[in-house]
């Protein structure tokens, strides 16, 4: 049974809320039949709130579905006739507790909805035939993921006064008397100053100081990287030709390219213990002699580290509380 059957027969027993539900999923499933009972749900408050232009974009939308029969496309059309009146944009604003105003806005040749920001508002940008409540719904439903996504180490949020010591930077994100972000690199004191006027509750206001932090510590990593990299292989006397620092390479934190002529870490290996980062260092040196990952490159490691820089090396994915940005 799908979910638009299930929504009817909570219908019928006049269990609207339940009904409403059902009825939801199917429209986010592209489901006529949902879009249309819904609407009915919104027309006469049945199981939610009252909403006439909600009904009508519902009705609409249900409308310009292909293949649609002669009796359904009568009775879309006698529904609007009675909300003719009603007036439906292709803009809608709301307010959704834990991420703030949200604008949903249509627009041609999408295929999903996609998310877009700026200092006011998070705006969710839809296919024209979908109604708008597939857009509030995509966004209420991904909550938990932005807030994984936007947040300093995928559970905190950052406040006014985080502060991050690691081995090679120390990280302050405070409040400042300025009405616009300031970040600030001295040496290993990195700082950003957010505006007085944002409310740190909002995901845009987190996913916009996650953006300038890790801006911040993308120019840390350029110093620091091929700096340790350089002490790295004067100890063990493994030379390189050169050192890159990019922000993302995919599954790999680093890569040894023709066997030494470039080395590249991708930034977030600035927050590995400088231990870690040593180890790391030395697994792609070791690289200059063996290619792969197999018994003869653990045994260059040895050779080249140590054993217990085996151990840190082979820990570097285990334990990834290093990377808190």
């Known amino acids: 049974m799908d ?108 295929d999903r909805p996609v998310l877009r920001y700026n200092l006011d508002e998070v705006v969710v940008t839809i296919q024209t035939r979908d109604p708008f409540c597939i857009g509030f719904d995509y966004l209420e439903k991904n909550i938990p993921e932005l807030n994984r996504k936007w947040t300093c180490d995928g559970v905190n949020r950052f406040y006014d006064g985080y502060t991050l010591e690691t081995d090679f930077f120390t990280l302050t994100v405070r409040r400042g008397n300025t009405d616009k972000y300031v970040s600030r690199v001295d040496g290993r004191k990195c700082s950003l100053y957010f505006p007085e006027n944002v409310d740190l509750k909002y995901i845009y206001v987190q996913e916009t100081i996650l953006k300038k932090v890790k801006d911040l ?33 995919g599954k790999f934190v680093a890569m040894n390219f023709k066997m030494g002529e470039k080395i590249t870490f991708i930034a977030s290996c600035v927050q590995l213990p400088e231990e870690s980062l040593e180890s790391l260092c030395i697994h792609e040196l070791a ?7 197999g018994r003869e490159f653990i045994e260059k490691m040895i050779e080249l580290g140590g054993e217990e820089c085996v151990r840190l090396d082979q820990n570097l994915f285990k334990e990834t509380k290093w990377n808190y940005i």
């Open 217 to 249: 510590l993308f120019k840390r990593a350029q110093v620091v990287l091929p700096q340790k990299l350089k002490e790295v292989s004067e100890k063990i006397n493994v030379p390189y030709g050169s050192c890159k620092v990019i922000r993302n390479m």
């Open 3 to 110: 979910n638009f059957e299930k929504g009817r027969e909570h219908y019928y027993r006049k269990e609207y809320e339940e009904a409403v539900r059902c009825f939801k999923i199917g429209v986010t499933q592209s489901g006529l039949g949902s879009m249309m009972w819904l609407g009915q749900c919104y027309q006469f408050g049945l199981g939610v709130e009252k909403n006439l232009e909600e009904a009508k974009d519902l009705y609409v939308c249900a409308s310009k579905k292909f293949a649609i029969s002669e009796s359904t496309e009568k009775w879309l059309k006698e529904r609007l006739e009675v909300l003719k009146d009603v007036a439906v944009t292709d803009v809608r604003s709301g307010y959704i507790e834990g991420v703030g105003n949200v604008k949903v806005r249509r627009i041609l040749n999408i």
């Open 287 to 293: 690289h200059n002699f063996v290619s792969s990952h």
